[in-house]
């Protein structure tokens, strides 16, 4: 008999989670107005909002915490984290900062000006936020592959070379750079392959431009390009990530993801002038450069987190995980963004809620329904997200509209996986009847989902 798959790792430490009842649900979610951001995490029984600082450290993580110098400066924490970001993507200069969002804010305030155009492979809503709020422009590249949810290719979160150099000719000497994220997440946690990461930096640079790649799932892409992409699959993921960077110019990173920390980040580089530069914005926005945010025993389990989830079978465990779920939602025929991606499971809303308008927010409501089935908090990736166009006002209705499901790092069984599965099916079986969806009460002006007050209509 062939061996089953198995974890690659096992439990040693617990923590007890709550169910409650549907009436528990209706009222908390109507206090929540409409929006899961809002519930108490005590009300949500499996937690999938985000893969973002929610996962599991290993026990080698918990022993570095122990060893962590909190000098102010100069720590031997900084320096073991610096050397270990070095070895790992191949770049020079290494500015820790509190998180992602902070490495963009504090990189960002030195290169980006008013009038600015950003292309990128769908830029994730703090970059697309860190771009816009200085007036500059963010402008998607990504592949048209993405936009079909059913649509079976190996690298869908690619770059549109064709779309990329349409913006680099027509924006001369007003592009600062490009970014490039891995996986991409917003078109559903989509992998990118080697090949377009080279063409896309051949491109840029061609222009002159430079290319930073937003690397929160660098790990998880890696993965994918050595079991998709031809040419990889006698190569180690850290040989892989290696690869991955040996172009690019520079690094923002959300070690909340594949660095397996509650809390982290990190600029990297290999241009002195841009270290130089964004030195200067670190220290009154984040901290002093050898800390940036972060304290001593947070950058020695980061080294260690970045170190282990770089490894085969810590990654193979992980996407083993994502697919499990998704072949359950084959098994109910519910439809998701196709193949299953790194982090996530991304469900296609408009093709769920085919009754609920888009002004009404399908994906949002499908967010609420799963919460009311069974406790179970996913979030909106879709036109709640997507904010309004900063110039016209108007909703953007022209993205996808779809639940994401994340899953963290080694945190939940696949027994857990069942339970998210039948919770969608019951939701799915019953999607005629849902006909009405959400309305805006009030929100805010940027990034409004984390705080938008919603009615329930009909
Ligand atoms: N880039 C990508 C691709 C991300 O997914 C995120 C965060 C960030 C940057 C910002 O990093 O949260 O550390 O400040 N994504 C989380 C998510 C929040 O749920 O997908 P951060």
Known sequence: MKIPFAESWKIKMIEPIKKSTREQREQWLKEAHYNVFQLKAEQVYIDLLTDSGTGAMSDRQWAELMLGDESYAGATSFYKFEATVQKILGLKYIIPTHQGRAAENVLFSYLVKAGNVIPGNAHFDTTKGHIESRKAHAIDVTTDDAKDTQKEVPFKGNVSLEKLEKVLKENPNNVPFMVLTVTNNTVGGQPVSMKNIKETCTLCHKYNVPVIMDSAR?????????????????????????????????????????????????????????????????????????????????????????????????????????????????????????????HAIFVDADKVLTHVPKEEFPAQTLTCELYLEAGIRGVEVGFMLADRDPETKENRFNGLDLLRLAIPRRVYTDNHMDVIAAALKNVYDRREQITRGVAIEWEAPLMRHFTVKLKRLG
């Not at 180690?236 to 690094?251: F, L, N, P």
């Not at 990190?266 to 030195?279: H, M, Q, V």
């Open 218 to 342: 660098f790990a998880e892409n890696a993965y994918f390009i050595k079991v998709r992409e031809e040419g990889y699959a006698n190569k180690s993921i850290k040989e892989i990530v290696r690869e991955m960077y040996a172009d690019v110019d520079a690094a923002t990173m959300s070690a909340k993801k594949d660095g397996i920390v509650n809390m982290g980040g990190f600029i990297a580089t290999n241009r002195e002038d841009w270290f130089e530069g964004a030195k200067l914005f670190c220290i009154p926005i984040e901290g002093y450069v050898t800390y940036g945010g972060m304290s001593g025993r947070d950058l020695n389990a980061l080294a260690q987190g970045l170190n282990e989830n770089t490894e085969f079978d810590m990654l193979e465990t992980r996407i083993h995980q994502v697919k499990y779920l998704a072949e359950k939602l084959d098994e109910y025929g519910i439809p998701y963004q196709r193949p299953a991606g790194g």
